[in-house]
């Protein structure tokens, strides 16, 4: 009989090297298979047939593939997670879209990120993953980045980039989300309550509590931008009864996130999906890095000012790149003081676009 590893059915006899969670598919799996040592990629391992989907086939193809497939066939992009890596992924299938013309593109996400891709023209339509039944062919992205070798050295969106195309583009153009007049109108007058300029704050990351911005110094911050006459607009964060300017915190569902990330004047961000957000709408966004360097995430972005201190600090093991969950203390974090991120705010609605983040990347050295 089949087992069932999280939401992949086992069909061949793997004996593990280490514990694999069974409800996380998303990390590399190390393992031996019929008595021969490798590593293998979730990918992989399903287009051999190792691992199979009991409630939909995906027939797996490799970007490289796609050449062969017959005109007018419907490639679906699966990937579930990570507000930020499906902004990133974006620019990377118009690109394979238009290296493609003879096929259709589709893409599958889960119920939350679904409607991000609504009104893209070039899409033929968005599945919910949970909802999908039948056969697809596809390019199965979930955890992709992630399980990278090269995650540690390259740029997200440039991994992207190599795989599905091969190649790297000078520039990168993000393609969602499109926004109608109608959902900026909705924004401007949500913001009209509060005086301009407007910052836009996401306390929390989505993801991991190593890139959390802590409570006390996000007030602080809330309170020199007052004294600086700004208003602080926040959006996403654990602490309800924060006394902001306008809080916005789950009464947003992702589009219309989206829309007030576009009518802000700048966005304050950890490292997570607004910021990505934020660049794809073309609002300048100061990004609070903590576990993993910039370079690896903003060094292709136009209206980025990060600020990370985590390669300066000297401390152990830092940046820890996630792999710290019991830390605590987030002194990585914590060193960013709210001086540096109120002068950052100044520079980034005066500039809006920075055009020194490869120069910049020259102090964000490991040291």
């Given at each position: 009989m089949p087992k069932y590893c999280g939401h992949l059915i086992l069909k061949r006899s793997v004996s593990w090297q280490g514990t694999v969670p069974m409800s996380n598919t998303y990390h590399a799996l190390r393992g031996e298979i019929f008595g021969v040592k490798c590593e293998h990629d979730y990918n992989w391992l399903l287009r051999t047939g190792y691992f199979r989907d009991p409630y939909k086939d995906f027939r797996l193809w490799p970007s490289d593939h796609l050449k062969k497939l017959r005109p007018g066939t419907e490639v679906v992009i699966v990937r579930d997670i990570g507000l930020g890596d499906l902004v990133i992924i974006s620019a990377a299938i118009k690109a394979l879209d238009e290296a493609h013309p003879h096929l259709r593109f589709a893409w599958a996400t889960n119920s939350y990120h679904r409607e991000l891709f609504e009104n893209v023209p070039w899409l033929t339509c968005t599945y919910q993953i949970s909802s999908m039944r039948g056969s697809f062919d596809a390019i199965d992205l979930r955890?992709?980045?992630?399980?990278?070798?090269?995650?540690?050295?390259?740029?997200?969106?440039?991994?992207?980039?190599?795989?599905?195309?091969?190649?790297?583009?000078?520039?990168?153009?993000?393609?969602?989300?499109?926004?109608?007049?109608?959902?900026?109108?909705?924004?401007?007058?949500?913001?009209?309550?509060?005086?301009?300029?407007?910052?836009?704050?996401?306390?929390?990351?989505?993801?991991?509590?190593?890139?959390?911005?802590?409570?006390?110094?996000?007030?602080?911050?809330?309170?020199?931008?007052?004294?600086?006459?700004?208003?602080?607009?926040?959006?996403?964060?654990?602490?309800?009864?924060?006394?902001?300017?306008?809080?916005?915190?789950?009464?947003?569902?992702?589009?219309?996130?989206?829309?007030?990330?576009?009518?802000?004047?700048?966005?304050?961000?950890?490292?997570?999906?607004?910021?990505?957000?934020?660049?794809?709408?073309?609002?300048?966004?100061?990004?609070?890095?903590?576990?993993?360097?910039?370079?690896?995430?903003?060094?292709?972005?136009?209206?980025?000012?990060?600020?990370?201190?985590?390669?300066?600090?000297?401390?152990?093991?830092?940046?820890?790149?996630?792999?710290?969950?019991?830390?605590?203390?987030?002194?990585?974090?914590?060193?960013?003081?709210?001086s540096e991120i109120i002068a950052r705010v100044r520079q980034a609605i005066a500039e809006r676009v920075n055009t020194n983040v490869r120069e910049e990347e020259k102090t964000w050295a490991i040291r």
């Open positions: 955890g992709f980045a992630e399980r990278h070798h090269a995650k540690y050295t390259t740029d997200r969106i440039d991994i992207y980039f190599d795989y599905l195309l091969g190649s790297r583009p000078k520039e990168y153009r993000f393609c969602v989300p499109v926004l109608t007049e109608a959902e900026r109108q909705w924004a401007r007058q949500t913001l009209a309550e509060v005086p301009a300029p407007r910052v836009a704050i996401a306390a929390k990351s989505s993801t991991i509590h190593l890139r959390t911005f802590p409570e006390a110094q996000v007030i602080e911050v809330a309170h020199r931008l007052n004294e600086e006459n700004m208003s602080a607009v926040l959006t996403y964060n654990d602490f309800l009864d924060w006394p902001a300017d306008l809080n916005l915190t789950g009464q947003l569902n992702i589009r219309q996130l989206c829309a007030i990330v576009a009518e802000c004047d700048a966005v304050i961000s950890p490292d997570t999906g607004l910021c990505h957000l934020a660049e794809a709408v073309e609002t300048p966004h100061i990004d609070l890095y903590s576990s993993w360097p910039p370079r690896l995430r903003l060094s292709h972005y136009r209206y980025a000012f990060p600020i990370w201190k985590a390669g300066s600090l000297g401390l152990p093991k830092c940046p820890c790149f996630d792999k710290r969950p019991t830390c605590t203390t987030l002194e990585c974090m914590r060193a960013i003081s709210s």
